[in-house]
């Protein structure tokens, strides 16, 4: 599993731990929809891995399970040191460390674009208005949106508001960043800004797992590439190497009908 | 648009239209008689007047008599117990539309109670039974009395006289609770038409419970709510009239009275009923107004 990762600074002493830990998680549905049947991967510091694989095989549901958002039935999860676990200062925790990024941006439509940001900020991480508002400056400014902190989320393009999502799951200075078909629902000549964004980032060195159908960008920027179906990781390794020649006979037949 | 709808819209009367008609032209004839001799009665609208404002000698001017105090009690306690109603909705709204057993069976409890039960038999029992235990735990009867006249003129024209402040307090817990029920589920209504994503979001930031009804839940569903429980304020105006069952000198009960003095039932029901649209109307007109906003606000 353990794959170089090229990325430059190494200070980080504990750089060997992986971030991410999950074994042997299960989460079946209400319906007896077995969504996770039984996944386990780590996952390095300043590492991207992404997600593929047809839709309903339970790539959204891994990610949700990651930050809380859906509760794994039995298996162990354990963020940045952190368990996910039923205690709710350890979920609190994780969810400060892990930003998330939806299909449907989910940007609170009541609020200006820079309130938007501003506010985990201030109720969350309890900075005042000013520094708040200084920070999300900052991040508006990396996703190109500076001039754009008082807009409203419906003055926005759907790549816009994207843009603007990343830059709130920023706000908290996540350690992971979880992307859950950030481009799904764009319009095509949107798909690319929202992407730069997210190789930026990856650039940078922030650990990222990435649920995508964006098969070039995946190989592009991924570390590594897992292949799930059925609620199990077919296929885990080097994006380049999965893409390219993968092992398992169902990747294959699966990249040969999106690629 | 052409079809078969199209077509039919641009004719004058339906079928339909001219059964109506029909049948309006037919309770002409049968009520006529009954009408012509109603045209017998003599009317007397003077003592609408008289009733309705009189004239002090103390101050030399023209003081608001039975009915226009009883129009004046009429809104007060609409307020008073729209208030009520409103903080009740909102705290049962928001336990309502939480995934817990126990606050769902309490919400839940609470609004089949008070919807399936007739309001008036809600009246008498709140009246004689909590009413008293209400008044007895707020201490109100003491305060009553020990209250210096200037407490007790800010009082009356907030609530009611000092002496009826009992009275009132039970009727406004009534209707409180009663319409309460109702506002319950307009507020769960409005909270659950938020969409999901938008608490995946809240919590995926960190933010807490609370703070993801505060800041992104609730000013959302407010948009739902608010047209719906100002339609609400408008029953709790309508519905006010039934505590008159238990001497709460509003605009309904002092009809009652000013008819046992006068007899004179046609007008005073007529003024009354037009004071109650009146009230209304003004309320819905209110609302229609709000509604447009929002969605202006919404289409943005």
């Known amino acids: 599993m353990s794959t170089t990762i090229d990325k430059d600074d190494k200070d980080d002493k504990d750089d060997k731990e992986p971030i991410i830990h999950v074994r042997n998680v299960v989460k079946t549905f209400g319906n007896g929809v077995r969504a996770l049947d039984g996944v386990s991967i780590d996952i390095g510091r300043r590492e991207v891995v992404v997600v593929v694989g047809p839709s309903g095989s339970g790539k959204s549901t891994f990610l949700r399970c990651l930050n809380g958002l859906e509760t794994a039935d039995s298996g162990e999860i354990v963020i940045d040191g952190i368990p996910l676990d039923h205690n709710r200062k350890n979920r609190l925790e994780i969810r400060k460390e892990a930003g998330m990024v939806f299909q449907q941006f989910n940007l609170f439509p009541h609020m200006t674009v820079g309130r938007n940001i501003d506010l985990a900020q201030i109720r969350v991480r309890g900075a005042s208005t000013e520094e708040a508002r200084r920070n999300t400056c900052e991040l508006l400014t990396k996703v190109g949106l500076e001039d754009r902190v008082d807009a409203y989320p419906a003055q926005l393009s759907g790549g816009q508001q994207q843009r603007v999502a990343i830059a709130r799951a920023l706000a908290l200075r996540p350690r992971v960043m979880l992307f859950d078909e950030a481009t799904s629902a764009l319009d095509p000549e949107m798909i690319g800004e929202v992407l730069d964004v997210m190789r930026d980032l990856a650039r940078e060195g922030m650990t990222m797992v990435v649920v995508t159908h964006e098969m070039g960008f995946a190989r592009e920027v991924g570390d590594r590439a897992v292949f799930i179906d059925e609620g199990r990781f077919i296929e885990i390794g080097p994006a380049a190497e999965v893409f390219d020649n993968a092992k398992e006979e169902r990747t294959r037949e699966f990249l040969s009908k999106v690629l | ?300």
């Open chain 2, 1 to 300: 648009m052409i079809g078969p709808y199209a077509s039919h819209q641009r004719r004058f009367f339906s079928p339909l239209d001219v059964v109506l008609l029909a049948l309006l032209a037919a309770m002409v004839v049968w009520l006529g008689p009954g009408l012509i001799r109603a045209g017998e009665y003599r009317w007397n609208w003077s003592v609408i007047w008289r009733y309705m404002v009189r004239y002090d000698p103390v101050s030399d001017r023209m003081r608001p008599n039975v009915l226009l105090n009883g129009f004046f009690t009429t809104i007060r306690l609409s307020i008073w117990s729209g208030v009520v109603a409103m903080i009740i909705g909102l705290v049962m709204g928001v336990l309502a539309s939480r995934r817990r057993l126990l606050a769902r069976l309490v919400t839940r409890t609470y609004v089949e109670f008070a919807r399936n039960t007739p309001p008036l038999v809600l009246v008498f029992l709140f009246y004689y039974f909590l009413g008293q235990q209400i008044t007895a735990i707020l201490g109100l009867e003491q305060w009553v009395a020990a209250m210096d006249p200037r407490t007790a003129r800010i009082v009356t024209i907030l609530a009611a006289p000092p002496r009826q402040l009992p009275a009132f307090v039970s009727a406004v817990a009534t209707l409180g609770i009663f319409e309460g029920a109702y506002l319950t589920e307009i507020v769960r209504a409005g909270i659950q038409s938020v969409p999901k994503g938008q608490w995946e979001a809240g919590y995926a930031l960190g933010l807490s419970s609370r703070d993801r009804y505060r800041f992104v839940v609730l000013p959302q569903a407010w948009r739902v709510v608010l047209p719906a429980a100002v339609g609400q304020f408008i029953s709790i105006i309508k519905d006010s009239s039934i505590v008159a069952v238990i001497s709460i000198p509003e605009l309904t009960f002092q009809g009652l009275e000013v008819m046992a003095a006068t007899y004179r039932t046609f007008e005073i029901w007529i003024t009354i009923a037009l004071m109650y649209f009146l009230l209304s109307s003004i309320c819905s007109w209110g609302a229609r107004g709000i509604e447009r906003r929002l969605a202006r606000h919404v289409a943005r």
